[in-house]
Structures are given as structure tokens and as C-alpha cells.
């Protein structure tokens, strides 16, 4: 461990000091966290940093283990969105104090993932005598990168809701709906309810569960619909900048975030 260790720190400290300086007080961060949940016997949340110090070193190993140099900006903001997603949301509860958050965090995940998506086809592009790849092709397959895996993160969030009975898809009120399961005739039309002012949950005895004010519990549609269009924003934006970047050489800010071999 301590070589391990060692070898993060001699790798870093000749051309990436910040980001060793970032990682390793955000490491400090979460290791106090993980102590803390343990002493308050919370196992669920000390999994979740535990699972945080693991993230955290994926990118030294994917560049290590795969010869590419990730930029020191891009590592930097990879690391505080680490944190951001797991230490600060769901364990401090930012997703709930702050409605905000989630949605800026899913729109710059569209955002990084375009960067890894255009960087992954650029140094083919690069790094290929017989490939030439136009930068609008580039910036067509980055936008699909991008959206797979915003849309694969919402299955893992779905499946986790589903089987370990979380609600990491945040459930919205809402005081209209429009259904064709109302719709007595069979006849596959929506009947639309409007001014729901409360739901009333049951068991299949009779007995009240709960009362929810204010209209329908919505399970997850309106976070799911929001965070994939978020995302889509985010890796438009990144795939235009790209694009222009790799076709007129403006907008060289995107050269902080693209992957590069070593």
C-alpha cells in the first residue's frame, strides 16, 4: 500500500501537483467522513465512501494502465465531481437542500462525458494513418457517448430504486395527470384529472399509510425525463465547442478537457 501510495505521489508530483494537492484533501475529506458514519453506525453512507476513495483513484489507474495523459484541469473537476456526487449529495443531502444540484451535476456529467467520448475518437483520428474522421463525425459519436451513458446511469438508478428500494429517482407532486387506465371503456383514451389536491395511500386492508398534500406522487418519470435532457444540453454544448475547436481552432478551452496519449 505504502509503494502504491508512493508511486501515485512521484507520478504527480513532477507535472500534476494540484491535482495530487486536490485529491489528497479530498481523500482527508472523505476518509473523516467514513469515520463519522461509522461512529453513527451508518453502514449504508460508509459504503458510499468507501466506494468514494475507489473512484477517486480511477483515474490514475485508467492513465496509467492505459497510456493516456488526462489534462490537469480535467482530473481536477473529475475528482470534484466525485465528490460533489457522492459525499456532498447523497450524504449531505445536497440533492434535498439544494433541488439545483442534481440538475448541475447531471448537465456537466453530459458535459465530461462528451469530452471523454470526443477524446476517445480524436486520438484514433490522431493516431492513424488510415483513419481520417471529419470533426463533425468526431462530434456525432461523442454527443452518442455522452447520451449512452447518461441513459445507462439511469438504469443503474432505476434498478436501484427497484431492488435495494432507494429513491435516487427524487419523486415529484404533481396536480394533473392524464391516463388511459382511467378509461373505462378499454377504448385506449387519456382521461385527464386536474386541481388533484390530495392522494390518500392505502393497504390492502383499508388502512391509511400516508396522506400526500398537494396532488399525484410521480415515481421518478420527471427526474428521469429531466436528468436526459440536462445531459443532452451538456453534451451539446461540449460537442460544439469540440467541433469548432477541431475545424476553425476556436474555442481552445476544450483542449483542457480531452484525453491525450502519452
Known sequence: MKKKRKRIIDVYKETKRTSLLVYIVIRILVLLCLITQL????LNNAFLCGLTLVLLMMP??????????????????????IFSSEILGEINSFYI???IWDTL???????LCAGVGFSL?????????????????????????????????????????NIMLTDMQK????????????????????????????????????????????????????????????????????CICGYLYLKKGSFKFTQHFMIRRK
Open 39 to 42: 461512529i453513527h453506525g451508518d
Open 60 to 81: 490514475f489507474f485508467i492513465s496509467k494502465n492505459f497510456k493516456i495523459e488526462i489534462p490537469n484541469f480535467f482530473e481536477i473537476v473529475i475528482l470534484l465531481f
Open 97 to 99: 437542500k439544494i433541488p
Open 105 to 111: 451535476l447531471h448537465t456537466l456529467n453530459g458535459f
Open 121 to 161: 475518437v480524436n486520438l484514433l483520428n490522431e493516431n492513424s494513418e488510415k483513419i481520417s474522421l471529419s470533426p463533425f463525425y468526431v462530434a456525432i459519436v461523442a454527443f452518442c457517448f455522452s447520451m449512452t451513458i447518461g441513459v445507462l446511469w439511469e438504469f443503474i438508478e432505476w434498478g436501484a430504486d
Open 171 to 238: 419523486d415529484k407532486i404533481v396536480s394533473t395527470i392524464s391516463t388511459v387506465t382511467l378509461d373505462e371503456t378499454n377504448s385506449n383514451k387519456s382521461i385527464v384529472v386536474k386541481d388533484i389536491d390530495k392522494t390518500v395511500l392505502l393497504d390492502k386492508q383499508g388502512k391509511e399509510l400516508a396522506v400526500i398534500n398537494g396532488g399525484f406522487l410521480d415515481i421518478g418519470l420527471y427526474d428521469t425525463m429531466k436528468d436526459m435532457f440536462v445531459n443532452f444540453i451538456g453534451a451539446v454544448v461540449f
